[in-house]
């Protein structure tokens, strides 16, 4: 394996971990993501469970060393990205996801492999149960990296469905 990723790989996992000690977190869930269906899933998974309960933390463990969760937002008709580190949005995640239950889970997904690079684009929703109806959907995009066995997230893009702009049927 390059050294140069040997040790980019390394310094990522130190960071997450300490990122987590600081987050009051005593152990994250480190688990290889074979495919890139497979970290898009778990990115979903991370923010998913009982108020309080929601294993955020593991998204640290998803993403490359610069990885960015960028968010389109649209609230008139110029939409703008807000931009975020994955500690950043781990932080700014915490207090909702404390007094607030929800699953999110991925809808259709198409995904893309050439070599070391994968694209995963799919729909997705939330429910506050797994049997209620959904309360957010939207639309994802996730850039991948082949690290080793394992695949990373570089960029998690997404928009929320707004009404008069429903997801389409496909």
Known sequence: MDTAIDSGRQRMWTGALVVA???GVSCIRLHAQATPEEA???FFAAASGEAGTQPITNLLTLFTQNGQLL???SPDSVAHIVARSPVEYVE???A???SNTQYETPLRLRVNEYGNVGNVFCSFEARRSPNDAPFYRG?????LLRVGADWRIVTAYWQGERPG????AR
């Open 21 to 23: 000690s600081l987050l």
């Open 40 to 42: 898009v899933r778990a």
């Open 71 to 73: 968010t389109v937002q």
């Open 92 to 94: 700014s995640s915490r």
């Open 96 to 98: 909702y996801l404390a």
């Open 139 to 143: 639309v994802a995009s996730f850039q």
């Open 165 to 168: 702009r429903p997801l389409p």
